[in-house]
Nanobody, 128 residues
Framework: QVQLVESGGGLVQAGDSLRLSCAASGRTFSSYGMGWFRQAPGKEREFVAAISWSGGSTYYADSVKGRFTISRDNAKNTVYLQMNSLKPEDTAVYYC?????????????????????WGQGTQVTVSS
């Protein structure tokens, strides 16, 4: 069982930066692929970024590529999402997710239904 707690959301202006954190409980964090997803009002939840269990592979949605960076610190059981050059269209609730997967397949790490555990979400609002 893994519990995930996100933090770091807030209200910022377009062009600003934010760093989201996701703290995970449990002893086997390093055995999990981790992902960030987001859901804007009236829209379905969508993939944002993912990182393999070792941190050796990362994947991004086209809409955030070059602006967002996902990373993890397995010693701290934490995954991060550094968000730069934020845009109003990045406004959403951001969710951290974990899947028990020791691998680096892009299709699995991007697929929402592959994730076993989810955080409660943190709101990010970007004003224009």
């Amino acid at each position: 069982q893994v519990q995930l707690v996100e933090s770091g959301g807030g209200l910022v202006q377009a062009g600003d930066s934010l760093r989201l954190s996701c703290a995970a409980s449990g002893r086997t964090f390093s055995s999990y692929g981790m992902g960030w997803f987001r859901q804007a009002p009236g829209k379905e939840r969508e993939f944002v970024a993912a990182i393999s269990w070792s941190g050796g592979s990362t994947y991004y949605a086209d809409s955030v590529k070059g602006r967002f960076t996902i990373s993890r610190d397995n010693a701290k059981n934490t995954v991060y999402l550094q968000m730069n050059s934020l845009k109003p269209e990045d406004t959403a609730v951001y969710y951290c997710a974990a899947q028990a997967y020791i691998g680096s397949r892009k299709d699995l790490l991007q697929r929402e239904r592959q994730y076993d555990y989810w955080g409660q979400g943190t709101q990010v609002t970007v004003s224009s």
